[in-house]
């Protein structure tokens, strides 16, 4: 496979701004445009739980994720599988050797089948993903970030070294890796998109992904 390839404008910021903007300036950002966008995402929660609550389960679903500087904190997303999903998945996996290599290779299975009908949709739309903006206000997120891994998983990324960038980094709703390669390459994959951004971090890097995903967003392929 070829050597990934990211495209960001050459600038030349200064030491002030490229202390300033990966701490206070960044979450700045963060809370100005979630304040912007609440309005209306709110109402657009409301109507996505109350759709997956009137499927009999519970609509919220959270899970342990690993955040900056290897705190765990818990990640929110709207419900979109079978009940008992993790205990499935064993299942699944051993029953399907091809499956089982799609997920020790990506950690995830492009086309899930514990994923529901309507949780189908949710994803494909990225609504599942809302609720995260309950962890962007508490400071556990970022919108732009590298996308958040398991505990079971750190072993996988950078061979759980602890200097990997992603570290010292809010994990983030959207990020490099998603919009560039969504439900294509390999989970070990990801460290190099990571350190590309953590390089080039900055408030028209950010901007300029956040728009890119709401393109991905609208072609209805995820986040």
Same mark, same amino acid.
């Given at each position: 496979?070829?050597?990934?390839?990211?495209?960001?404008?050459?600038?030349?910021?200064?030491?002030?701004?490229?202390?300033?903007?990966?701490g206070l300036g960044k979450r700045l950002v963060d809370l100005v445009l979630l304040?912007?966008?609440?309005?209306?995402?709110?109402? &657009?929660? $409301? @109507?996505?739980? !109350?759709?997956?609550?009137?499927?009999?389960?519970?609509?919220?679903?959270?899970?342990? =994720?690993? #955040?900056?500087?290897?705190?765990?904190?818990?990640?929110?997303?709207?419900?979109?599988?079978?009940?008992?999903?993790?205990?499935?998945?064993?299942?699944?996996?051993?029953?399907?050797?091809?499956?089982?290599?799609?997920?020790?290779t990506a950690q995830k299975l492009v086309r899930d089948p514990r994923?529901?009908?309507?949780?189908?949709?949710?994803?494909?739309?990225?609504?599942?993903?809302?609720?995260?903006?309950?962890?962007? &206000?508490? $400071? @556990?997120?970022? !919108?732009?970030?590298?996308?958040?891994?398991?505990?079971?998983?750190?072993?996988?990324? =950078?061979? #759980?070294?602890?200097?990997?960038?992603?570290?010292?980094?809010?994990?983030?709703?959207?990020?490099?890796?998603?919009?560039?390669?969504?439900?294509?390459?390999?989970?070990?994959?990801?460290?190099?998109?990571?350190?590309?951004?953590?390089?080039?971090?900055?408030?028209?890097?950010?901007?300029?992904?956040?728009?890119?995903?709401?393109?991905?967003?609208?072609?209805?392929?995820?986040?």
């Open positions: 496979m070829a050597a990934p390839h990211f495209e960001f404008h050459d600038e030349v910021v200064p030491v002030s701004q490229q202390r300033f903007y990966p304040g912007l966008m609440l309005p209306v995402v709110l109402p &657009l929660v $409301g @109507t996505v739980l !109350l759709l997956t609550a009137l499927g009999g389960r519970q609509p919220l679903y959270s899970q342990l =994720r690993v #955040g900056r500087d290897g705190r765990l904190f818990r990640c929110w997303k709207v419900r979109t599988m079978i009940p008992d999903a993790d205990a499935a998945l064993s299942r699944i996996l051993r029953d399907n050797p091809a499956l089982a290599e799609e997920w020790r994923v529901t009908r309507f949780g189908a949709l949710l994803r494909r739309t990225s609504l599942d993903e809302l609720p995260q903006l309950w962890n962007v &206000l508490n $400071g @556990t997120m970022s !919108l732009v970030g590298p996308r958040p891994f398991t505990p079971e998983q750190q072993g996988l990324y =950078r061979n #759980g070294h602890i200097d990997a960038d992603y570290y010292r980094l809010r994990p983030g709703i959207t990020g490099l890796w998603q919009v560039s390669r969504r439900n294509r390459g390999s989970f070990a994959e990801r460290a190099t998109y990571d350190s590309a951004y953590s390089t080039n971090m900055g408030i028209w890097t950010d901007l300029s992904i956040l728009a890119r995903t709401v393109t991905v967003v609208l072609r209805a392929t995820g986040v």
